[in-house]
């Protein structure tokens, strides 16, 4: 018997595969024609929620198939939007080369950062994250060119570089956000249909037995650390773009960029990549619906959280794939 890494196998004469590939086509045929009917407050509802969306990808290939569970991926948030200010503000960079190159410097700071996190375990790495991120929090407010503790804006000069109008700058921020959303599904499906997707699967379902097959488990998780890293920043970058100011409280902040972020997943599904995308749309309409009830909104999600739990550990997505409808995004290796 051998192993072969082939395709996944077509979609085939289930009528739930040709249902679930047409609502995902409108959907995705929706949102890149949204400029044309979304209002400009929607537009920007869904940038936000295109961001969350990636900074979901990324902690959910970090967490759900490494097994690194971070509290601290707020750091590379602030690390891409304070690199991004200073890139497009002193450096005289356009804006979108600005923000590769900020998510690629972010990555190179990511090795030193991992070098020593990795040398922690479990519950221990988590909380080395979070306090690598406050270090990262407490040195952005020690740099009064960046304005210090109370942030910076960035200069309009800047923004309209890359459109004349408010409806054009708004326009090509959208299809940034989208073109990051797309890009990080694709690029975690595109991972965990290589080899590396192999080993990051036999990872995920047992560490002992990956190194036993002579899977080099610290060298994966250490590339997957530094590209997440880079995936986070290049969206942190493009938040901070989106909002025009920055400050180390909001470039760092746990609640908005690791907590929700984490519910995203863990409601959704963690370890798959459907996962996120319901957990991004349900966190939207819980916000939606109970935003403006402050501290109550914020215990509501926790009770959330905790009903999908104990409802299905596995998530909504786990859930509806026991019931059978089917995957959407097919990575499985078949034997011959």
């Given amino acids: 018997m051998e192993i072969a890494t082939q395709r996944a196998p077509a979609i085939g004469s289930n009528p739930?595969?040709?249902?679930l590939v047409a609502a995902a086509l409108v959907c995705l045929v929706a949102l890149v024609s949204a400029p044309l009917w979304a209002g400009r407050a929607d537009l920007r509802m869904l940038m936000e929620a295109l961001s969350f969306l990636a900074l979901a990808q990324m902690w959910n290939l970090l967490a759900g198939y490494t097994g690194l569970i971070s509290v601290g991926q707020q750091a590379f948030v602030g690390i891409g939007g304070y690199l991004f200010f200073a890139l497009a503000m002193f450096g005289g960079i356009p804006v979108l080369a600005a923000m590769p190159?900020?998510?690629?410097?972010?990555?190179?700071i990511a090795v030193p950062t991992g070098w020593l996190l990795f040398r922690l375990q479990g519950a221990y790495f988590a909380i080395g994250t979070w306090v690598v991120a406050e270090v990262f929090r407490l040195t952005a407010a020690q740099f009064p060119?960046?304005?210090g503790g109370s942030g910076i804006s960035l200069p309009v000069s800047v923004a309209k570089?890359?459109?004349?109008?408010?409806?054009?700058?708004?326009?090509?921020?959208y299809y940034i956000a989208l073109f990051i959303a797309l890009g990080a599904v694709l690029a975690v499906w595109l991972l965990l249909r290589s080899r590396w997707g192999l080993a990051?699967?036999?990872?995920?379902d047992s560490e002992t037995a990956a190194g036993s097959l002579g899977v080099r488990i610290r060298r994966i998780k250490f590339a997957v650390y530094v590209g997440t890293a880079i995936g986070t920043a290049f969206t942190g970058a493009f938040i901070f773009f989106q909002k025009l100011r920055i400050t180390p409280d909001a470039a760092f902040s746990v609640t908005e960029w690791s907590a929700f972020v984490i519910f995203i997943v863990v409601i959704g599904g963690l370890g798959t990549i459907e996962g996120?995308?319901?957990?991004?749309?349900?966190?939207?309409?819980l916000r939606d619906?109970?935003?403006?009830?402050?501290?109550i909104y914020l215990i509501g999600l926790g009770v959330v959280a905790i009903a999908v739990m104990l409802i299905d550990r596995r998530g909504i997505w786990g859930a509806l794939k026991a019931r059978g409808v089917p995957s959407l995004f097919k990575i499985q290796r078949h034997l011959k």
């Fill in 16 to 19: 739930a595969n040709y249902m």
């Fill in 289 to 295: 619906i109970a935003a403006d009830l402050g501290t």
């Fill in 276 to 285: 996120p995308i319901l957990g991004v749309i349900l966190f939207f309409l």
């Fill in 145 to 147: 060119a960046l304005g």
């Fill in 101 to 108: 190159i900020a998510a690629l410097i972010a990555g190179l």
């Fill in 200 to 204: 990051l699967n036999a990872i995920r």
């Fill in 161 to 173: 570089s890359i459109a004349d109008t408010r409806a054009g700058r708004e326009m090509v921020m």
